[in-house]
């Protein structure tokens, strides 16, 4: 893999329009795990490659389970009410042949709100409804977690997570060249894919500024969606490729998500 810049994937914000949204991320954080390519076989078209690395000789796919709390998601164009709701999100890191473009394909989302019936109904979002809680201790002056817990009931995703950080912990991103290419790749895909409850296939963008993730290790857990499609057994779920947080950032929405032809 060639080295990749974060310079070279920044951009202004494009101006929100319509019903596009803005929002924080509070306790953001991104779980990946390594896994033989053929496992994710089948699961997006032809269109898209998977973008692998190679660790200790051997091809690897990633895939990350990524959770946080949505607060203040608003409108980013009008006066509009403010919601606060918890969410995972479950991404495969792909290419877009077309374009070349470094993407995620969506696996799909759980999210803690009846605002779930816009995305689910009115969009056909692969969106699924769940008790989303964080039991989270952020220590502002040392500037790590003292504790980091989520938990999701739900049927088509049940998870549950515990994290830790030490201070001064590096970032260590096996695969990548150097840390910054590693970086570019798992916290700055733009663009994500998915198939529609209706089968077709969809596809919307979001935008944010540099993302400043520090480093935290795994020490717990259990990722039902994961372990029922084969993707990441329970037992390799415990050893993480890296994991990435941050205490909050904010995210442009562009909405609606198209339709690809």
């Not at 803690?112 to 109904?121: I, M």
């Not at 970032?171 to 910054?180: Q, R, V």
Request: hydrophobic share 40%; aromatic share 14%.
């Amino acid at each position: 893999m060639d080295s990749l810049k974060l310079n070279d994937h920044l951009h202004s914000r494009p101006p929100p329009k319509g019903i596009d949204v803005l929002c924080k991320l509070q306790h953001f954080s991104i779980i990946t795990y390594a896994v033989d390519p053929s496992r994710f076989d089948g699961l997006f078209p032809e269109r898209f490659k998977l973008d692998t690395v190679e660790i200790n000789g051997v091809e690897k796919a990633l895939i990350s389970v990524v959770p946080f709390i949505d607060v203040d998601f608003t409108s980013a164009v009008y006066l509009f009410p403010k919601f606060t709701m918890g969410q995972t999100n479950y991404r495969i890191y792909i290419i877009d042949k077309e374009t070349n473009e470094r993407c995620v394909w969506f696996l799909g989302t759980t999210l803690d709100s009846w605002t779930l019936a816009v995305p689910r109904f009115l969009w056909n979002l692969p969106w699924y409804s769940g008790e989303v809680k964080f039991d989270c201790d952020f220590d502002e002056s040392q500037k790590i977690y003292r504790k980091y817990k989520m938990t999701t009931d739900a049927t088509w995703a049940p998870a549950s997570v515990e994290l830790s950080q030490t201070k001064g912990a590096s970032i260590e991103l096996a695969g990548f060249p150097d840390t910054e290419t590693g970086l570019v790749y798992l916290t700055h895909p733009l663009a994500g894919y998915y198939h529609r409850r209706d089968g077709k296939l969809g596809t919307y963008r979001v935008w944010h500024k540099q993302l400043e993730v520090s480093s935290a290790k795994l020490e717990f857990a259990s990722f039902g969606l994961l372990s029922r499609l084969g993707l990441v057994t329970q037992e390799e779920q415990q050893t993480a490729h890296s994991v990435l947080v941050e205490p909050i950032n904010e995210f442009t929405i562009y909405l609606p998500p198209k339709v690809v032809k």
